[in-house]
């Protein structure tokens, strides 16, 4: 009776899947047009596109097309493309850190995918993402994300400095800390007349989140929230992720870092006029005019083996923010997530197209790698490039950052492995899961006061990150002030409650 | 009908003869009806986007009524002062200065003979006006920055000591009134300098023959020929003088807030707080306010001058 009810229940399992992929109707022929930051590129990226069409054509009768926004003024040409979509994009590619993915669901910007789509349309992308991870992608119960969550990756940010040029300065160990960091910067000061030792472009206000949050992180146990206008929220530390820290509004280590930027400053260890700058800093190292370069583990990964190339013996190492403290968070898994387009005429098709795009290996390595043999070579589950390659010429560009696959997935030969996996198994031994996953910020409320205090802090952050004043204590003072006027408190409390009704239940 | 005698002519034909009448000139101004119609008028009633919480699948008619939510947020923001009076100040200093240096430019360059010259000259000054904005703030930055900069050098191999520009927002008013004089200038003396060479000739020579001298005649002729122009220009003008030109600030002056005294205005205010929020109803309800502040103060502005002379009023 037992085996005969099995054998009973795993025919209807069979048949529940059987009929749902014969229903699928593709007897017309569409095209799927794929949102994606960068800039269009100027390599082989058609032909390897024309190849997959191909294959999608003869497998669901499918064609993709790219629609690119390009790096120039990427945030708004992004929101504004969502916003004035009109079925004429199916796929976006998004991110809940970096690409407003929240902000956009709450407009009405992606659509609701339902579980009965997910597993008739992208069955393997349905089963390879665990429950909790779906759980992860749902706003107000419904899914609008499919995740990046089988990838390795580190986006964690600090600061790439030249190994040789510390241990002259007699950091035998390299730089480690704010404090080396400040040696190391000194010593290139004093003994190299031709060399900036980190030749900020100060122009924008992307260095006030990560100086700022980077000494924080360095030096609390706080833990940045991410999904806000203005990176102020933090939670208190990893055993009491869910109160927010308050940081920001009192307490001297605010001060601490205001000081210590102005002593900087007026060391010299970047340009006076800093926040006008506007330089290519990573361009500026690889001709050796610039000591360091201020951004993420995932670049540095790269630019050590740039850096070989362009300055031998360079041995650019890695001092990431929170190492002194031991302060390190894995990347959230909606770091790169696919969605689709509220007004996609072929929604079932686009689920489709990504299935295979994630899932299909063969459709992966031509996206991702290009042509075998020809383009690229595969020893050891590594990939090598020809001699003389060059990737804006030679190479392909999908930008497939929502939903890379490590199942898929070959290690770079040319990359230092024996660096990057020496520094990523000490990230292991550290590192804790993003603990506000479930945690999006709705903005109703105190959306108003958000955007003003999203003003106070661009105008006194870089003032305090790049150490233009004549007096720390009294400018922090100011900004303090200036957070209250605008009505921080009633923000936090905010925000508080509703990670409260979240996580305190 | 009939006429009742010495009573002057009222007839006045109909609308389509009117119109059969002026067909060329009718023809001719179509691209521009064609223009303000599709860029100006057509998108009119997008405006509502400000009353609205927008949602991108709702579309902006069927997302839901705020009233006037959008608009707290330049009252609350207590910048609000600091922002008109910036914002204002730089335009009338640009309306001001900029139409002055015009007209000078203008009746100068029609007073010079030399035909290669005058052309060259007026190409010359015109070129700026093509540069973009964010050209103009590298050459600005290369010139004034302390580190590096072509100026600052140039102090410092006379033995001068170069201030820092860049962290004074002391000198940014006059920075920027320059640097917008030197791309206007070109492109504006065009204009009077068509309505001078459109004048009528036979006045100039009369006032030769009596003897007036080159003074004499741009002071007595060629100035009261163009008031009709200089006060349409100041008319059109003056309606976007809450609206800064963000293009010009935001290059020139960035994030850099140790300028922001002197330098913020409306725009770049906006843009800093939204550009994480992307809130295109609260962005259009600033742009909406702008416009009917902006509407309001033409017509005013109209109804002054038509009280002064009624001649001179664009309606």
């Known amino acids: ?184 910067f000194q010593y290139v000061k004093d ?27 360095s030096h609390t146990g706080n833990i940045a929230i991410e999904g806000f206008p203005v990176s102020i929220f933090y939670g208190e530390s990893k055993d009491n992720p869910y109160t927010l820290s308050r940081y920001y509004v009192e307490g001297d280590e605010l001060v601490n870092f205001a000081k210590e930027m102005k002593r900087w400053a007026d060391a010299g260890f970047w340009r006076a006029d800093v926040l006008n700058y506007t330089g290519d800093v990573a361009g500026e190292m690889e001709e050796g005019k610039t000591a360091a370069h201020q951004h993420h583990t995932q670049t540095w990964t790269g630019e050590r083996t740039t850096m070989e190339r362009k300055q031998p013996g360079s041995d650019l190492g890695f001092f990431y923010f929170g190492e002194e403290t031991g302060n390190l968070i894995s990347l959230n898994i909606t770091h790169g997530a696919m969605a689709v387009a509220a007004q996609s005429k072929h929604p079932e098709r686009a689920l489709m197209v990504y299935d295979l795009m994630r899932n299909d290996p063969e459709i992966y390595h031509l996206m991702q790698y290009g042509f075998e043999g020809e383009m690229y070579t595969v020893e050891d589950g590594k990939f090598s490039r020809p001699e003389g390659f060059e990737d804006s010429k030679d190479g392909v560009s999908f930008n497939f950052w929502w939903g890379r696959n490590d199942d898929l997935e070959y290690k770079n030969a040319q990359l230092d492995w024996d660096a990057i996996d020496a520094l990523y198994a000490e990230y292991d031994k550290v590192k804790i899961d993003y603990p506000y996953g479930q945690y999006i910020y709705d903005n109703s409320t105190v959306g108003v006061f958000m955007d003003n205090l999203s003003n106070v802090y661009n105008t006194y952050m870089p003032r305090i990150v790049f150490g233009m004043n004549d007096d720390p204590e009294a400018l922090v003072k100011e900004f303090r002030q200036a957070l209250q006027d605008a009505g921080i408190e009633m923000v936090m409390s905010e925000i508080q409650s509703q990670l409260d009704a979240v996580y305190k239940k | 009908m009939t006429k009742a005698p010495g009573k002057v002519n ?54 839901p009524f705020v009233g006037l939510k959008n608009f707290q947020f330049l009252f609350i923001s207590g910048q609000l002062g600091l922002l008109l009076k910036n914002t204002v100040l730089y335009n009338i200093a640009f309306i001001v200065l900029g139409n002055v240096v015009q007209l000078a430019f203008a009746i100068l360059l029609n007073e010079v003979t030399h035909k290669a010259y005058k052309k060259s000259a007026q190409s010359i000054m015109f070129l700026p006006y093509f540069i ?40 940014w008013p006059f920075i ?38 080159a003074w004499q005649r741009i002071r007595y002729i060629t100035l009261p020929t163009l008031k009709p122009t200089v006060i349409i220009l100041f008319l059109f003008a003056i309606g976007g003088i809450l609206k800064g030109n963000f293009g010009l600030f935001y290059n020139l002056v960035g994030n850099n807030s140790m300028l922001f005294k002197t330098t913020d205005i409306i725009e770049t205010y906006v843009y800093r707080s939204m550009m994480n929020s992307f809130n295109f109803s609260q962005s259009s309800a600033v742009g909406l306010f702008q416009s009917v502040v902006g509407f309001f103060i033409v017509l005013g502005a109209n109804a002054f001058v038509k009280h002064l002379d009624p001649d001179y009023a664009l309606f």
């Open chain 2, 132 to 171: 973009s904005d964010v050209l103009v703030s590298l050459l600005v930055y290369n010139l004034l920055n302390y580190d590096f900069g072509f100026i600052s050098h140039l102090v410092r191999s006379l033995g001068g000591e170069m201030p820092k520009v860049y962290q004074n927002a002391n000198a």
């Open chain 1, 191 to 217: 003994n190299m007349p031709d060399v900036i030792p980190w030749d900020a472009n100060g122009n924008g206000s992307s260095y006030s989140p990560q100086m700022a949050g980077g000494w924080q992180t």
């Open chain 1, 1 to 184: 009776m037992k085996k005969l009810l099995a054998v009973l229940l795993a025919a209807m399992m069979l048949m529940s899947i059987v009929p749902a992929v014969a229903e699928i109707d593709t007897s017309e022929h569409v095209k799927i047009v794929y949102l994606v930051t960068g800039d269009k590129p100027t390599n082989r990226t058609d032909e390897v596109l024309a190849k997959i069409n191909e294959l999608l054509t003869e497998k669901i009768n499918a064609e993709l097309e790219f629609r690119w926004i390009e790096w120039t003024d990427w945030q708004t040409q992004y929101n504004l493309a969502l916003a004035t979509q009109s079925g004429d994009i199916d796929l976006i590619g998004t991110a809940t850190d970096w690409l407003d993915a929240w902000p956009n669901s709450q407009k009405g910007a992606f659509l609701a995918l339902s579980e009965d789509m997910l597993k008739t349309y992208a069955p393997k992308t349905w089963e390879t993402v665990s429950e909790a991870h779906w759980n992860l992608c749902k706003y107000n119960g419904e899914i609008y994300l499919m995740p990046e969550d089988n990838y390795a990756q580190w986006t964690n940010h600090g600061f790439m400095y030249r190994g040789d040029w510390a241990r002259a300065a007699g950091l035998e160990n390299g730089v480690h800390s704010w404090a080396d960091l400040a040696v190391y």
């Open chain 2, 10 to 63: 009222t007839y006045r034909p109909s609308v389509g003869h009117t119109i059969w009448q002026n067909r060329t000139l009718i023809l001719m101004c179509l691209p521009a009806i064609a223009f303000f119609f599709v860029f100006a008028y057509m998108p009119m009633p997008g405006a509502y986007i400000a009353f609205t919480n927008f949602q991108y699948n709702k579309g902006i008619f069927a997302s």
């Open chain 2, 176 to 213: 920027i009134v320059a640097v917008n004089l030197w791309k206007s200038t070109g492109y504006g003396t065009v204009v009077y300098f068509a309505a001078i060479t459109g004048m009528d000739s036979s006045m100039m020579e009369a006032a030769q023959i009596d003897g007036a001298n």
